[in-house]
């Protein structure tokens, strides 16, 4: 089974941000970037399957600007075979990224495509979703476990109060949640090896796929500062405040 | 314009977050219809047809529509979406599964999670866990929009919508319902709860949440937890609150042996009043505290306990 898998070059979840001084967008000159903390997950995914000789081959694809060629060698590195890289520098949302996916769902005819539950950096959580409706295949999202059983695919999924366990056909998409895996770090002799691994570029108009979205970003703003309050220095303090200040207890 | 809000359920009864989603219907305005489906949910509908706002609840009871899975549901969408201008559901693991595949059907954008309605098209929503706040506007014909529940108060229960049947029923062969795992709990769900009190990893183990107990009887609280906490296997998933977790914004959250990274904030830092628990004075958690506490959780906690 050939299993495909999604990666997005985002800000590095440990880089503090800044928002513009033009309240355009959020200021990413000169900040760390990194591959988006759930397609790590989803890729480690992908690569234990290949392990456990369910997966056949491990295509990693991603849509972005020529520098997310960096988080595609990466997914190399940490064990997929080839690398699909569909370079654009506009800001592509959910729905064109979901769409270009369902083009090379189409070329690939994956078994398995396996994209991170959301993005860091726009939290908006819809492209797995929106590639599953798109190429009409079946979805398993916020997975913390996947078992390939036979012609089904049994996901486990994390929902509010619990967990659900579901069985999808395959092919099926899934997006993961923090818990599925936790991912390798790429060792040198394999990041070295990557660089040999081949990497397709392709651009949007290649699939004839419209990038520009009907949504406008009109202001990005800070949140509003919330202060740090006092110190207080015992139980009986703290219970006092609580009652006679805050008026909360 | 006309407004749909899909239901959130929980077991088969009307969700909390529900009103909230309601109550930003009501700011983009126009009638607000909520669809309740899945299988045996008249409860729910009856519920729904008392919050205040709704012009009618439609049903869809049938077997296919049962556990919420993805597929049905978002074709049920798909199929009652043409009669409105805008969809919302909560940004619940439901409302995050269903919406997007109804947005992408109907070839349109969804706006994700929005905590503000500035107009029937522009809308503010969290970006980047919440360290920036963004206004989006949708020049799209349908709106396809998850709220964020804690970002506007719950309607009340003074209205009585009519409630009427749908009768479209969709195929699903691509999935099925295995088994659910859900926590069994008299506490308050985390999402609605007037106080929260939350664990880290300062709390050392699993056994130790018992701690939080006592105390969250007293103040009638619900107990969530960080990261750390659920990634050490201290506590299960559905405790958490953060980035990826639950958002919660309740008048008292205690944060007990969390330092606060910003992925943990980002779920707590719009409670009205914040206190935190932490033996290490220099824990970030103070800096969006109202009321820190430097010490041993383990001498505090059974204090605390026995003087509320």
Do not use: W
Not at chain 1, 9 to 32: E, F, P, Q
Not at chain 2, 199 to 213: A, I, Q, S, T, V
């Amino acid at each position: 089974m050939k299993v495909l898998v999604a990666v997005k070059r985002v800000i590095d979840y440990n880089v503090k941000i800044r928002v513009k001084a033009d309240h355009s967008d959020v200021d990413l000159t000169n900040v760390k970037m990194a591959m988006n903390p759930f397609c790590e997950i989803a890729v480690e995914e992908a690569v234990r399957l290949k392990e456990k000789g369910v997966a056949t081959e491990v295509v990693a694809v991603s849509v972005g600007p020529k520098a997310a060629q960096e988080q595609l060698r990466t997914s190399l590195a940490l064990g997929a075979d080839r690398a699909i890289h569909i370079e654009t520098d506009e800001r592509v949302e959910s729905l064109a990224v979901a769409k270009l996916l369902a083009n090379v769902v189409d070329e690939e005819q994956p078994g398995l495509v396996i994209l991170g539950k959301q993005a860091i950096d726009t939290d908006n959580n819809q492209t797995g979703q929106m590639l599953a409706a798109l190429t009409n295949l079946p979805q398993g999202t916020f997975a913390s476990e996947v078992v390939v059983d036979g012609d089904k695919l049994h996901v486990t999924r994390e929902i509010d109060g619990g967990l659900q366990t579901i069985a999808l056909t395959l092919p099926a998409i899934v997006t993961t949640d923090l818990r599925l895996n936790e991912p390798r770090y790429a060792k040198l002799p394999d990041i070295m090896k990557a660089k040999k691994k081949p990497m397709d570029v392709r651009t949007p108009a290649d699939f004839g796929v419209e990038v520009a979205s009907k949504v406008s970003l009109l202001k990005v703003e800070s949140p509003a500062e919330r202060k740090g309050g006092v110190k207080v220095a015992s139980v009986d303090e703290l219970i006092d405040k609580l009652k006679n200040e805050a008026k909360v207890l | 314009m006309s407004i749909l809000v899909l239901a959130d359920l929980h077991e088969g009864q009307l969700a909390g977050a529900t009103a909230h989603v309601i109550a930003a219907a009501k700011q983009i305005g126009g009638d607000i219809d909520v669809l309740v489906a899945g299988e045996g949910v008249q409860a729910a509908a009856d519920a729904a047809a008392k919050l205040d706002g709704v012009n009618k609840v439609r049903v869809a009871d049938n077997a296919v529509y049962a556990h919420q899975l993805a597929e049905p549901l978002g074709a049920l969408l798909v199929e009652l979406a043409d009669d409105y201008s805008h969809v919302l559901a909560s940004a619940s693991t439901t409302g995050k599964n269903m919406l997007p595949r109804l947005a992408a059907l109907k070839d349109v954008s969804q706006l994700s999670d929005i905590i503000a309605v500035d107009s029937a098209d522009t809308f503010k929503r969290p970006i980047y866990a919440g360290n920036a706040i963004a206004t989006v506007k949708s020049d799209d014909a349908l709106k396809v929009i998850t709220v964020r529940a804690t970002g506007f108060d719950a309607v009340d229960e003074s209205g009585s919508a009519s409630i009427e049947a749908v009768d479209v029923v969709v195929e699903n062969s691509q999935s099925s319902f295995v088994k659910e795992e859900l926590a069994q709990s008299d506490r308050p769900e985390l999402g609605g709860a007037k106080v929260v009190i939350s664990g880290g990893r300062g709390m050392g183990n699993g056994e130790n949440f018992k701690l939080l107990d006592g105390i969250a009887d007293k103040l009638g609280a619900a107990i969530g937890a960080s990261r750390a906490a659920v990634d050490a296997g201290f506590v299960p998933n559905d405790m958490q609150v953060g980035q990826t977790g639950k958002i919660v914004a309740p008048e008292l959250y205690i944060a007990v042996g969390i330092s606060g990274a910003i992925q943990h904030l980002a779920g707590m830092k719009d409670s009205k009043v914040i206190v935190a628990i932490n033996k290490d004075d220099d824990a970030p958690i103070f800096q969006v505290a109202d009321y820190g506490l430097v010490g041993d959780l383990f001498e505090i906690l059974p204090e605390l306990e026995s003087k509320l």
